[in-house]
């Protein structure tokens, strides 16, 4: 699978121009990719204004989305806020080429932001069935917990996106190879760069990791478009020589 991560700064909360300068660089993007990856709340940036900026699933941006995945003829991701029976969330949208759509609700609010006051936390671990791949999606703050990341359902690639903070860039690197490691998973992390209105500047640092916790893309801090190949052999080859994850305990989540 080829994926292309998008790593930018982002306008603060105004949709209409983070939507013009993410499809200028989509428009840019080789017909051979398969998957495109924006960062955490790409159209607003990691605002807790969410009942000015939120749309529903019905809006623009949703719309833009499986506009651009059906031009390209690829799948594209990345969270937005959506509203949905009076409640906010932080939602991930995965958009097929054909325009249908899966979607995650973050589990885990950053409180330290405040966002657990403002948006509803999600209540399912989602794993979308792509090209052959299973693909595990998850959100920023999402990283600190293994226990929900736990590879229980044999996926192939475990995909965060994220605006995370240049202070917590060490975390960031340190938990992303972990996720790897523990769960014999390509793990692929988009981060947005610059600074935000509330001051916290972001380096980026998107980067891709393989099952052994080996780079494939070493952390980059500069806007671009980054694309690498998987190969999901290699790594199912590597589950049977390292069956790891026969040996994982068993639990239950509560949610």
């Excluded at 105004?14 to 495109?36: G, H």
């Excluded at 807790?48 to 941006?61: C, H, I, K, L």
């Excluded at 209540?123 to 990341?149: E, H, M, N, S």
Aim: net charge negative; aromatic share 12%.
């Amino acid at each position: 699978m080829k994926i292309a991560l998008i790593q930018s700064d982002l306008y603060w909360e105004d949709a209409s121009k983070n939507k013009k300068s993410f499809e200028s660089i989509i428009n840019e993007i080789d017909s051979s990719i398969n998957l495109i990856v924006l960062p955490e709340m790409f159209s607003t940036g990691f605002t807790m204004n969410a009942s000015e900026v939120a749309e529903t699933m019905e809006g623009e941006t949703v719309r833009w989305m499986q506009s651009l995945a059906k031009q390209k003829n690829c799948a594209i991701t990345g969270s937005l806020i959506i509203t949905e029976n009076g409640n906010y969330y932080n939602r991930m949208l995965f958009v097929f080429p054909s325009g249908e759509m899966q979607h995650y609700d973050k589990r885990h609010l950053f409180s330290l932001a405040g966002e657990d006051k403002f948006y509803t936390g999600g209540t399912q671990k989602v794993i979308v069935d792509y090209l052959g791949w299973k693909i595990c999606l998850q959100i920023c703050y999402d990283l600190r917990f293994p226990v929900f990341a736990r590879n229980v359902e044999n996926y192939d690639l475990l995909l965060y996106v994220a605006n995370w903070p240049k202070v917590r860039t060490n975390a960031w690197d340190s938990l992303l190879k972990a996720r790897a490691i523990e769960n014999l998973s390509y793990v692929v992390g988009v981060n947005r760069i610059g600074l935000d209105t509330n001051n916290y500047e972001h380096i980026g640092h998107s980067q891709v990791v393989d099952f052994l916790g080996n780079y494939i893309l070493e952390p980059q801090e500069t806007e671009n478009v980054f694309v690498v190949e998987l190969d999901k052999n290699v790594m199912l080859e590597t589950r049977k020589k390292l069956d790891f994850l026969s040996d994982k305990d068993l639990f239950r989540i509560d949610f």
